[in-house]
């Protein structure tokens, strides 16, 4: 599912330049779980933002779900993420202007699905939240936000989920309800997932653990 060959970033113009990823070579096998740690600044959100098709890499070579993101121009990336990416961040990144089915139905509206608030409306369902379709942000909350940028990311059915952080905003009750449901879903759509976190246990509960520390993989090993 993902093909990562000596990946290597650097950002910044000197004598700021940053090398922040130094030559990561990594492959991912469809399906499985993994969890991303390592400490503040060591690369994970610059990792998964050139998974992800975000961002290019300084060097090295990307493939995913069958596709070589390198040889891709801005345009085909976008087409090619559309569908195959779901995204979940820490912040929830909902638009405040627009309802929890909004949200969710709307990109996949735009992406052309005609069935997109049938499809939104089942989603935010299997997440738990079909009380509140007609809520806007403002009157959910945190943990109802992130369910709600759960449905979105998953309405498109995505073979590849990433999750940046995704309880980093959440007490510690809520957070485990949101991986509960993470991993629930996960496991329903058979996507692979990808999740930065700082929390070992929460990380233990994937298939396989990759540390990075200063931009390279100093671990990857399968939780005992
Ligand atoms: N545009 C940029 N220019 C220069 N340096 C950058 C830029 N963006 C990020 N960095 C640096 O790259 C390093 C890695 O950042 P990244 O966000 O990938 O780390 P992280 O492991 O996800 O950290 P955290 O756990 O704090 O979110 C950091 O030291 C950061 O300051």
Do not use: W
Not at 4 to 29: C, F, Y
Not at 96 to 113: K, R, W
């Amino acid at each position: 599912m993902i093909e990562a060959r000596n990946l290597t970033l650097a950002l910044g113009k000197p004598p700021a330049r940053t090398e922040i990823l130094k030559g990561i070579d990594l492959s991912v096998q469809a399906g499985e779980s993994v969890a991303l740690l390592g400490p503040s600044g060591s690369g994970k959100s610059s990792l998964m933002a050139i998974l992800a098709g975000m961002e290019r890499p300084t060097s090295g070579s990307v493939r995913v779900a069958g596709l070589d993101f390198d040889r891709l121009n801005e345009n085909q990336l976008a087409i090619a993420r559309r569908g195959r990416i779901g995204i979940i961040l820490q912040a929830f990144h909902l638009l405040p202007t627009m309802t929890a089915l909004e949200n969710v139905a709307v990109p996949l509206e735009l992406a052309g699905q005609t069935d997109a608030f049938v499809r939104a409306r089942a989603e935010l369902m299997a997440v738990g939240l079909g009380h509140r379709l007609t809520h806007y942000p403002s009157q959910l909350s945190g943990g109802e936000q992130q369910r709600v940028a759960i449905a979105r990311a998953l309405v498109s059915r995505p073979t590849l989920l990433f999750a940046d952080e995704p309880t980093g905003n959440l007490d510690g009750a809520t957070g485990r309800e949101i991986m509960d449901l993470l991993f629930a879903r996960h496991g329903e759509t058979a996507a692979t997932l990808f999740v930065i976190t700082h929390d070992r246990v929460l990380a233990a509960r994937c298939d396989r653990i990759i540390e990075l520390a200063d931009g390279n993989i100093v671990s990857d090993s399968i939780p005992a």
